[in-house]
Nanobody, 122 residues
Framework: QVQLVESGGGLAQAGGSLRLSCVAS????????MGWFRQVPGKEREFVSA????????YYTDSVKGRFTISRDSARNIVYLQMNSLKPEDTAVYYC???????????????WGQGTQVTVLS
C-alpha cells in the first residue's frame, strides 16, 4: 500500500507561483512513477506531469510545458510540482498519483492523494 499526502495549494495571482508537495510512504512506493493530475468541477481528471523515482525522467502535458516543473527529493520521499506563470485556467484540485510510470502518463493510476485546491485569480 502506498500513501500520498499533498500540500501547498492555495491562492495565487495570475503570473504568480505556487509549489505543491506530495509525501509518499509505504513499502513499495519507490517502484512506481509519480504524477500530478488536476480536476475542475464537471470535467474529467486530467494528467499534468509525471516523474520516475528511479531516474530523473519527466513528462508534461502540453499546456504546462515551460511553466511547471516536477522534481523529487529521494532522501525525503517528496515529489514537488513547481508552478510558475500561473493562469486562471490552472485553477483546479491537484492530485498526487502513483503507479507504473507508463500507465500514469496515460491516466491509469494505482494510488491517489486526497487533493489540494489551487485557485489562480485574474
Amino acid at each position: 500500500q502506498v500513501q500520498l499526502v499533498e500540500s501547498g495549494g492555495g491562492l495565487a495571482q495570475a503570473g504568480g507561483s505556487l509549489r505543491l508537495s506530495c509525501v509518499a510512504s509505504g513499502p513499495t512506493f519507490r517502484r512506481y512513477g509519480m504524477g500530478w493530475f488536476r480536476q475542475v468541477p464537471g470535467k474529467e481528471r486530467e494528467f499534468v506531469s509525471a516523474i520516475r523515482w528511479t531516474a530523473a525522467y519527466t513528462y508534461y502535458t502540453d499546456s504546462v510545458k515551460g511553466r511547471f516543473t516536477i522534481s523529487r527529493d529521494s532522501a525525503r520521499n517528496i515529489v514537488y510540482l513547481q508552478m510558475n506563470s500561473l493562469k486562471p485556467e490552472d485553477t483546479a484540485v491537484y492530485y498526487c498519483a502513483a503507479g507504473p510510470f507508463n500507465r500514469v502518463v496515460v491516466g491509469t493510476v494505482d494510488y491517489w492523494g486526497q487533493g489540494t485546491q489551487v485557485t489562480v485569480l485574474s
